[in-house]
């Protein structure tokens, strides 16, 4: 069984920056893939940018160019540095680990974001 634990949200002013961790325990064999989503109150949870064991990175559009992934293989952790924060950035922010071919699909807990003056 893996965990994911996450840190690092909080509140932050428009055009901060933030920085998120997640920490997955337990083992983890072959490809896998791991990431952000976000869930705004009344909306469906949305993907942010997952990166896979392999080395692909993805990006929503909306945070292209501003927010950036990045993975410690050896630590199984991932992370999300995120500058030039909007208050449409504000979610809660949900970690995830695929491993498709063992069908495998966790997520964290959940850390809150929240942009605002």
């Known amino acids: 069984q893996v965990q994911l634990v996450e840190s690092g949200g909080g509140l932050v002013q428009p055009g901060g920056s933030l920085r998120l961790s997640c920490a997955a325990s337990?083992?983890?064999?072959?490809?896998?893939?791991m990431g952000w989503y976000r869930q705004a109150p009344e909306k469906q949870r949305e993907l942010v940018a997952v990166?896979?064991?392999?080395?692909?990175?993805d990006y929503a559009d909306s945070v292209k160019g501003r927010f950036t992934i990045s993975r410690d293989n050896a630590k199984n952790t991932v992370y999300l540095h995120m500058n030039g924060l909007k208050p449409e950035d504000t979610a809660v922010y949900y970690c995830?680990?695929?491993?498709?071919?063992?069908?495998?699909?966790?997520w964290g807990q959940g850390t809150q974001v929240t942009v605002s003056s």
């Open positions: 995830n680990l695929r491993a498709p071919i063992a069908g495998d699909n966790y």
């Open positions: 337990g083992s983890i064999f072959g490809f896998n893939i």
């Open positions: 990166t896979t064991s392999g080395g692909t990175i």
